[in-house]
C-alpha cells in the first residue's frame, strides 16, 4: 500500500527503503530537498511541500512522521493543515506518550485519526527491522497492518515460544497494537527504561572485573583507592573483552546488548577515547516518573538514570556538601586526586 | 580424554552425558548409588566409592566436582585424599571464589592441581552447552581443554564478533581461562550479579506496563493505591505476555532472560501462584560485597539484591519503624490495606 | 495585625491561637460550623460564610488557607471571587508547588497577590512554632511579616550559627522568603524529600541492628533467612530502644526524627501492631519527579520513595516476574514462607 | 578511677583531659614522647614505654586504646605482653567489629578481658561528650562504669523522652552497655551507615535546591543540561546557605548535622574550592557487607556509599561501557562537557 514519509533522516529514509523493497510505494517530503531528491532516486515519489505532498497520497492519506521528538508537535499540525478527515497520522519518534494523548484528541476533532508508533531497531533497523510498539484506534491499526508488517523485523530466525501455535501473532512478528493512542510510545518509553537498567547492570558488573586485580595495584596506594582489607582476594586481571565475548555463548545473560558491548570491548579494550559522559533521552526520565506517579517502585531503573546524570558531573553540588560536612564534624580535608593516602585515611572517620 | 564426575545431580549428570556423546569416557561417583547405576547404563564408568573411583582413573587424574557449594570443601577434602601429586581437581559448582583462593593454596601443597570452573547454563545446558569460566594453572587448564571445548556451547549459530578473524579463540567456543585458581567462579559470581540487575530491570518495567491503566482502576479508588493525579494518562490495559514476546524481536533489549519472561507469561500471563518471594543465591550477595571491597559503585546490582530481600519481608522492621516515626510527627495512623483512602491521605503529611 | 483564617482543622486552628496568644486578630471561616463557634469562644471572631468572612476583614485583607491539597484550588477560586484587588492569599496547605506558579499567575490578573507558605512543625506546631518557607512577591512578603514571625518558632534556643552575628535574620526566626510564588512549596516540597530520606536511613539502620542476631536465630533455620556464612559474626542482641535514646545524646546523628524513634521505641519496643505499610504524600514524589526534571540525581531519596511503595506490596508484580524467570531457567521453585530451606537454596542458583 | 591511655592524637588526649577535669586519674603513653610531656603537664602520668606504663597501673589494670584501626591489632598484642589475668583493655578506635571478636576470643585465653567502645563526637567531644557504644563481658564493663560515665555526654539540656521516669538509664547519660564484644563496635558501625544516609539525603535535596532556577539558566544551554520540559517549573534561585539555617527550627529534619551544613553554607555558600570527592571511612562500607550477610535491605545506606565512590571517579569504566555501548547501538557520539547540545540529543535516543 502506499505510505507518506515526512521526515527523511537516517530512520525516516531507511524505514522508504525497507517499505519499496517490500513493494509497497512511498511519498517522501523533508525541508532538506537533497534527502528528497537522493531518496526519489531510489524509486520514491518526492515531494517538494506539504501540499504537494498531500496531493501525490491517495485517500484516505497515511502519513508517518519521522522527526525529531521537539517538533513532531508542530510538524504534525503543519501537516493536519492539509489533511482531511479520514486521514491517518502516524508519529513514529520518540515522542513522551502525554503528547500523543493530547494530540491525539485535538486531531480526533477534525476527523483525524492518530497513531503512535515506538520504534525500535537502531542503526541495524533496515536490516534486521524494527520493533513497532504501536497505539491507536482499532480502525486505524488494522488499516495500516500491511505497512507494519513490511517494517517490523518478522519472525526471524528467533526459536519460537514453547506453547505458542498456530498463525504467528502480531507480535510474534515484531509489532503490536498496544492499546489507544499512547500506549505505543508508553511501551516504548517502558522499554527504553529497562534497555537503562540492562546497560547498567552489564556496565557495572564489567567495571567489577575490571577491578578484580585491585590487590595487585593496590602496590601503588594511590590516596582515592582505599586500602584494601583482604588485597589476597583481589589479584585477578580480568580481560573484559574475552568475557564479554564468551558470555555470548549459554550463559543467562545472553542478549545483545552484550554481543553490543563485547563488538565495542574487542575494537578498543581499554575504551581509550571515552570520556564517560553519558548522555540520557528523554524515555528514561519519562519512565521513572510514570513509575512515581503509579507508585511502582523501580529502584533498578531509577539507579541507572541517576548514574548518568553523575557520570556528567549532576553530583557535583552534591558532593562538595558532603565534603563540607565533613570537614565540619570531623576535620577531614578532602583528598587531592591522585594523592597518597594519609594513615588511617579509610579507617578513622571520626563520625 | 578421561574424565572422573563426582556428583550426578542433574547438572553432572548432564555434563557426563554431553562429554560421553562426544566420545569422552567418565568415570562417575555419587554418594547415591542408583544415580551412578543409571549413568552406568547410559555408558559411563560406574564407581562404588572414592578408592574405587581413583582406582578407574589414568594419571594424572582429572575430577570434577559437582557438588551442593555448602559441601565442596568437605567433599574435595576427601577427593585430595585418594589423588597424587599430577592430578588435578576441578571444581564446577557455585563455591565463593574466596573458597577457591584458600582450597587452591592448600591442594597446592600437596602437588595436586586446582581448577574452578563457573558454569552457567542451567536446565537447558545439556543441549545448549555450558558456558564455562575457568581459573587455574596454565597447565592444569591447557590439560582439560579437550574437556572444557565439549562441555562449552561451542560457536553455535552465533554471529561472529565484527573485527574477529582467523581461528575461532576459545571464549568464542564458551569457555574461557580467566586467570589464577578463583577467577573462574569470580567472573561467574559477577556474571549472576549482572544476571540478578537484569532480572530486575524487566521486571521493574513490566510492573509499570501493569499499572498503566491505574487512571481506569483510580475509580475503585483503594487505600494504598494514592489518587493519581493525572488519572487521564494512565488508561492503558497493556497485555505483557504479548509485550515481552515482541520485544523478543528487533528490540534493543533482546536477550534470552526475556524469552523466558515471554514463555512465562504466555503460560501463565497473570502469574497466578507465584507468591512473589524471590529467594537469592549467594553468587549475587558476594558480587555487592566484592563491590564494596574494590571500591566500585554498583547502585543496581544492589538495588536488585535488596528488592529480593524486601520480596520476602526482610523490609518488615524499617518500615515499622518508619510508620512510627510518621505516627510521632503527625499522628499518622497506618492505612488498612484494602481501605478506603482518608481525605488527603497522600497529600497532607503534616512533614 | 488581622489574619483571616480559612481551613480550622488542627494545624489552622492552632496557627490561630498562636496569632492571637501574640495579639494577632483572626477572623476564622470553616464549613464546618462548630469548629468556627469553638474558636470564637477563644477569642477568634467567627464568620458565617465567605461574604460574611470578608466583609469582617479589613482591606487589603490576608488571608490565610489551609485545607487540604484537593480542594485548595477550588477555595481558592471561591475566596477570590469575596476578595479585591490589593487582598492577598497564603496557601499554607502542601501544594504542589507547580500549582502555585500556576494559581498566582491566574489571580495576578485579578490584582490579588498570592502567597504559598510551606510550613513544617506536625503536631507539635502549637507549642514549637512552624517553620515557614514562603514564596511570593516582595510587597506581598513583606506586608505579611509580622504574621509570619509569631507563626514561626523564633530563635528558640538553639545555638547561634558561628558566623553569624548582629540582628536575627529571618530565617534565624524560623521563616523565609524563599524566591517568587511556588518557591515556597518547592523547599517544603524538598525538605520532605530530605525527611524521607533521613527516615529510612534511620530505619534500615535500626534493621540491622534487629537482626544482628541472625547468627543465634539462625538454629531455627527457616526458610527465608538463607543460612549465614559466618553465623560467628552476628550474636548480638541489640536492644534499638537503648541504642536509640543513647544517639539523642553526643552522637553525629542525633536529630529530632531520631528524638521521635526513641520515643516509639521506648512505647512499644517491638513495634507490635505496626503493619509496616509506610503511606507516602505527593511531597515525596514530586521531589524526585523533579530531580528527574532537572538532571539531579537522587538515589538516596528515590530509593526512600520506593522503599515505601514496596512496603505497601506495590512490587508484587515485579517480584512474580523474577520467580517466574527463576522458575524458567533454573526450575527453582519458591520457597514457601516460613518453611525450612531445602539443600543449597541460597547456594545453588543454577543461572 | 585510674585509666592508662595509649594513643594521644586528638581524641585519646581529649579522652584524657576529659577525665582529668572529672578527678580522674591516667597514665598517658604514646609512641611521640612530645605529646606525653604535653599532657603530664596537664597533670597526667607519663609513661616512657609500655613496661613503665605497666608498673604505674593499679590492678586489675585499665588500658584504653586510641590508635589507628590499622595498628589496633598490632597495639593490643604488644600491650597484652605487659598485662596480667585480670586486667581489661579498651579499644576506642573504629576496629571492625569482627576483629574484636577474634581479639576478645584471643584475649580470654590470657584472662584478659576486652571491651570495644564505639566513640562518636568528632572534634567536638572534648566539651560536648562522647556518645559511648560499649560490648563486652557484663564484669568488666561495671568495672569501667564510672569512666564510661564520665566520657559520656550526660543528659545535658536534651528533653527526656516521654516515658522514661525515674533514676537516668546509662543510655540516657551517653553510654550504652550494648551487648558482648564486638557490639559496641557493630552500633557505631551501623551508627556512621546511618550518618552516610543521613547525609546523602540532606546533600541530594540541597542539589536540588541549587538547580531549581534551571529553566533561568536553560537559556545558556549547555550539552549536558539537558533542555527542560516545563522551564517555567524552575526559575527559583534558592539560597542554600538560609535554607539551610531556616531548617534548625522547628522543621522534622532539624538535626546536628544539619547544623554543621548550615555553617558550612555560611561561611561559604558556593563550596568554592570544594572539589567533591568525597572520602569514605570503613564503616559505611562494612555496614552494607553486614546489612548483605543478614539479608536486611538497605538501599538508602548503600546508595549512601556508592555515591561516594562515584564521586571520586570510581564509576568512570563503568560510564565507558555505557558510552560504548550507546554508541555501537545508536551512533551515539559523546557530547563532549560544555558542548552546545545537538538537537535531540536528549529526546532522540535511537533505542
Not at 24 to 45: F, I, P, R, S, W
Not at 207 to 225: Q, V, W
Amino acid at each position: 500500500m502506499q505510505l507518506g514519509m515526512i521526515g527523511l533522516g537516517r530512520m525516516g529514509a531507511n524505514i522508504v527503503r525497507r517499505l519499496m523493497r517490500d513493494g509497497h510505494e512511498c511519498v517522501a517530503y523533508d525541508v532538506n530537498q537533497e534527502t528528497v531528491k537522493a531518496l526519489a532516486e531510489e524509486g520514491a515519489t518526492g515531494a517538494s511541500d506539504l501540499k504537494d505532498f498531500a496531493a501525490k497520497l491517495q485517500k484516505p492519506r497515511v502519513v508517518w512522521l519521522m522527526v525529531p521528538a521537539g517538533i513532531t508537535g508542530k510538524v504534525a499540525d503543519e501537516v493536519a493543515e492539509v489533511l482531511e478527515s479520514g486521514d491517518i497520522i502516524i508519529d513514529g519518534g520518540n515522542s513522551n506518550y502525554r503528547d500523543d494523548v493530547r494530540r491525539a484528541a485535538a486531531l480526533r476533532e477534525r476527523g483525524i485519526d492518530y497513531v503512535d508508533a515506538g520504534t525500535s531497531g537502531g542503526v541495524f533497523g533496515l536490516e534486521r527491522g524494527y520493533c513497532l510498539m504501536v497505539g491507536g484506534s482499532d480502525a486505524a491499526v488494522q488499516h495500516i497492518e500491511p505497512l507494519l508488517r513490511t517494517i517490523a523485523p518478522g519472525p526471524g530466525e528467533i526459536e519460537r515460544t514453547p506453547g505458542r501455535a498456530g498463525d504467528l501473532a502480531p507480535e510474534e512478528q515484531g509489532y503490536l497494537h498496544c492499546g489507544p493512542a499512547g500506549s505505543g510510545h508508553f511501551v516504548k518509553m517502558v522499554h527504553n527504561g529497562i534497555e537503562y537498567g540492562i546497560m547498567a547492570a552489564i556496565a557495572e558488573g564489567l567495571n567489577i572485573l575490571e577491578n578484580a586485580d585491585a590487590g595487585i595495584r593496590e602496590a601503588e596506594h594511590s590516596a582515592e583507592i582505599a586500602p584494601l582489607e583482604e588485597p589476597e582476594f583481589y589479584q585477578f586481571p580480568i580481560d573484559t573483552a574475552k568475557v564479554t565475548e564468551l558470555w555470548r555463548r549459554g550463559s543467562v545473560i545472553s542478549s545483545w546488548l552484550l554481543d553490543l558491548t563485547a563488538v565495542a570491548l574487542n575494537e578498543n579494550p581499554t575504551l581509550d577515547g571515552l570520556a564517560g559522559r553519558v548522555s540520557d533521552s528523554g524515555e528514561g526520565r519519562w519512565t521513572v516518573k510514570a513509575a512515581v506517579d503509579v507508585g511502582v517502585p523501580v529502584p533498578v531503573l531509577a539507579s541507572a538514570l541517576f548514574e548518568r546524570f553523575a557520570s556528567r558531573g549532576e553530583d557535583h553540588f552534591a558532593n562538595q556538601v558532603l565534603s563540607a560536612m565533613r570537614l565540619q564534624f570531623g576535620g577531614h580535608q578532602e583528598l587531592p586526586a591522585g594523592d597518597v593516602l594519609e594513615a588511617g585515611g579509610r579507617k578513622s572517620e571520626a563520625g
